[in-house]
């Protein structure tokens, strides 16, 4: 019942910026947790960032953190995630996720996903 749409991936040089933002459905009442996940060219799925949707409490993987925010407008149903300094090896596909479980960084938990938006870093 709960649908995402990723959207603001693109083609970005290193160092650049990036804003990507995930529109969820009014069903996202129910959701405890969102957060971004990402997939390079033949590797597993991992984690980027999340948010608890009351609070707005954060967590990040080491490789993104202070480059990455994330970061949520609730009356809109809207989560972002503002990437900077961006290096090729961010370059992935980017996946939203909502969970209705407590925040954690397995993908396995997550029980709805988007479809994902192309982030491509040139060197």
């Known amino acids: 019942q709960v649908q995402l749409v990723e959207s603001g991936g693109g083609l970005v040089q290193a160092g650049g910026s990036l804003k990507l933002s995930c529109a969820a459905s009014?069903?996202?009442?129910?959701?405890?947790?969102m957060g971004w996940f990402r997939q390079a060219p033949g590797k597993e799925r991992e984690f980027v960032a999340a948010i608890t949707w009351s609070g707005g409490i954060t967590y990040y993987a080491d490789s993104v953190k202070g480059r990455f925010t994330i970061s949520r407008f609730s009356a809109r149903n809207t989560m972002y995630l503002e990437m900077n300094s961006l290096k090729p090896e961010d370059t992935a596909v980017y996946y939203c996720a909502a969970s209705r479980r407590p925040i954690s960084t397995d993908s396995r938990t997550y029980d709805y996903w988007g479809q994902g938006t192309q982030v491509t870093v040139s060197s």
């Open positions: 009014a069903s996202i009442f129910s959701i405890n947790t």
